[in-house]
Nanobody, 123 residues
Framework: QVQLVESGGGLVQAGGSLKLSCAAS????????MGWFRQAPGKEREFVTD????????DYADSVKGRFTISRDNAKNTVYLQMNSLKPEDTAVYYC????????????????WGQGTQVTVSS
């Protein structure tokens, strides 16, 4: 069974930090880009960031540049999202995603999704 399982979400005050993790299992993810999307109530799901298999390419939405950092550990089949200087507008369900492509996940069809983890930033 192929699974992507997110963890690390929760409630944090504006200006604080959280670190999300996504552990992949059930098959080899060699060659897969992995990344994060988010969806707030009443809004479309939007791209946040992704990273290539080797870590040599990263992409960030303008709204999170300078505040969020993506990384991965292929020996653990895990991708991370370090979120600093959090704002109330970052409140959303965050979804882990994976697809076998060298391109950014920003405009790519995606076959594998996690169940999502809630991030809430209070004022």
């Amino acid at each position: 069974q192929v699974q992507l399982v997110e963890s690390g979400g929760g409630l944090v005050q504006a200006g604080g930090s959280l670190k999300l993790s996504c552990a992949a299992s059930g098959r080899s993810f060699t060659g897969y880009a992995m990344g994060w999307f988010r969806q707030a109530p009443g809004k479309e799901r939007e791209f946040v960031t992704d990273i290539s298999w080797t870590g040599g390419r990263t992409d960030y939405a303008d709204s999170v540049k300078g505040r969020f950092t993506i990384s991965r550990d292929n020996a653990k089949n895990t991708v991370y999202l370090q979120m600093n200087s959090l704002k109330p507008e970052d409140t959303a369900v965050y979804y882990c995603a994976a697809e076998r492509t060298a391109a950014s996940l920003r405009r790519t069809s995606i076959n594998y999704w996690g169940q999502g983890t809630q991030v809430t930033v209070s004022s």
